[in-house]
Nanobody, 124 residues
Framework: QVQLVESGGGLVQAGGSLRLSCAAS????????MAWFRQVPGQDREFVAA????????DYKASVKGRFTISRDNAKSTAYLQMNSLKPEDTAVYSC?????????????????WGQGTQVTVSS
C-alpha cells in the first residue's frame, strides 16, 4: 500500500511559478508510474502529467505542455511538478497518483493510489 502526500501549493500571480512535491511511502517507489491530476469544484478531475517508473517517458495534457515539467527522484521517493507561466485557469486542487508499473504501461487513466491534494490558486 502506497501513501502519497503532496506539498508546495499556494497562491501565485499569473505568470509565476510553483513546484509541487509528492512524497511516497509504504512501497518501492521505482515500481510505480506517477502522475498529477487536478480538479476544480463542480468539474471532473483531469489528467495533467505522468512519468514512467524510471523517468524516461513522460506525458502531458496539451494545455500544460511547455509550461509544466514532471520529474521524479527515486532515491528520495518523491515526484515533482514544476509549473511555470501559470494562468488563472490552472487554479485547482492538484493531486498525485501512483500505479503499479510492472503490469501497466504509462497511462492517463487507472491510477490506484492517491494523495489528498494541494490547492493551487493563480490570481490574475
Amino acid at each position: 500500500q502506497v501513501q502519497l502526500v503532496e506539498s508546495g501549493g499556494g497562491l501565485v500571480q499569473a505568470g509565476g511559478s510553483l513546484r509541487l512535491s509528492c512524497a511516497a511511502s509504504g512501497g518501492i517507489f521505482s515500481n510505480y508510474h506517477m502522475a498529477w491530476f487536478r480538479q476544480v469544484p463542480g468539474q471532473d478531475r483531469e489528467f495533467v502529467a505522468a512519468i514512467s517508473w524510471g523517468g524516461r517517458s513522460t506525458d502531458y495534457k496539451a494545455s500544460v505542455k511547455g509550461r509544466f515539467t514532471i520529474s521524479r527522484d527515486n532515491a528520495k521517493s518523491t515526484a515533482y511538478l514544476q509549473m511555470n507561466s501559470l494562468k488563472p485557469e490552472d487554479t485547482a486542487v492538484y493531486s498525485c497518483a501512483a500505479v503499479w508499473a510492472l503490469t501497466t504501461p504509462l497511462t492517463r487513466l487507472k491510477y490506484d493510489y492517491w494523495g489528498q491534494g494541494t490547492q493551487v490558486t493563480v490570481s490574475s
